[in-house]
């Protein structure tokens, strides 16, 4: 189509092809079968930018579980690092049962080790944390996930449900942009 717009024009690298990517989730659910498969797992999908992996991680396990989403994030606080802001709650009662929190990517850590805290306090039978993607030179904490697919640089990536300002989740492959694309915004 002439003139489309193509966001392949906006992506100066892509640093993790789509069949890597596949192999990455495949050889998780492979760990989380021998490990939960047999516990009726919830499955909670950190939003926004888990929603790609979960849904072809769900899709290889072929056992029973649940799925929900929460909205969490960590701000910035010189006195209270790491301090855990939730948006949007997961509605079922979490106490008792077997919790894999499923995230895209863990950079300073922060996030994922208020969140598991949290869950723990809310009395689950187990907490596993799931992460695709992992900057290990960035970590703030020492906080490491169960399990990690793809250990990645220290740069801003985007695709594969990843976002900048909100765009660039549907790229089928994750990617550094173009540098001014990150300045514009
Ligand atoms: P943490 O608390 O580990 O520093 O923050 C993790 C969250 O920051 C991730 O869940 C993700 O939302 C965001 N994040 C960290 N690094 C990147 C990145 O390279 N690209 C994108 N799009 N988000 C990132
Ligand atoms: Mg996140």
């Given at each position: 189509m002439p003139g489309k717009r193509s966001l392949r024009d906006d992506v100066e690298?892509?640093?993790?092809?789509?069949?890597?990517?596949t192999a990455a989730v495949d050889s998780i659910a492979l760990r989380l079968t021998e490990d939960v498969g047999d516990l009726?797992?919830?499955?909670?999908g950190v939003q926004i930018g888990a929603f790609v992996f979960l849904a072809?991680?769900?899709?290889?396990?072929?056992?029973p579980l649940e799925v929900e989403f929460i909205g969490a994030s960590s701000?910035?606080?010189?006195?209270?690092?790491?301090?855990l802001e939730i948006n949007n709650d997961v509605a079922s009662d979490i106490a008792g049962r077997h919790l894999v929190v499923v995230d895209d990517i863990i950079d300073t850590g922060?996030?994922?080790?208020?969140?598991?805290?949290?869950?723990r306090k809310r009395n689950a039978a187990s907490v596993r944390s799931c992460?695709?993607?992992?900057?290990?030179?960035?970590?703030e904490c020492d906080y490491e996930a169960d399990y990690v697919g793809i250990q990645i640089p220290d740069r801003f990536?985007?695709?594969?449900?990843?976002d900048h300002a909100e765009q660039y989740r549907n790229l089928p492959y994750v990617g550094v942009l173009r540098p001014e694309l990150y300045n514009s915004t």
């Amino acid at each position: 189509m002439p003139g489309k717009r193509s966001l392949r024009d906006d992506v100066e690298t892509v640093l993790i092809a789509p069949e890597e990517l596949t192999a990455a989730v495949d050889s998780i659910a492979l760990r989380l079968t021998e490990d939960v498969g047999d516990l009726n797992p919830l499955f909670i999908g950190v939003q926004i930018g888990a929603f790609v992996f979960l849904a072809d991680l769900i899709r290889i396990l072929d056992f029973p579980l649940e799925v929900e989403f929460i909205g969490a994030s960590s701000y910035r606080d010189k006195t209270v690092p790491g301090k855990l802001e939730i948006n949007n709650d997961v509605a079922s009662d979490i106490a008792g049962r077997h919790l894999v929190v499923v995230d895209d990517i863990i950079d300073t850590g922060h996030t994922l080790q208020a969140l598991i805290q949290m869950l723990r306090k809310r009395n689950a039978a187990s907490v596993r944390s799931c992460c695709l993607l992992d900057k290990p030179e960035r970590r703030e904490c020492d906080y490491e996930a169960d399990y990690v697919g793809i250990q990645i640089p220290d740069r801003f990536v985007v695709g594969y449900g990843l976002d900048h300002a909100e765009q660039y989740r549907n790229l089928p492959y994750v990617g550094v942009l173009r540098p001014e694309l990150y300045n514009s915004t």
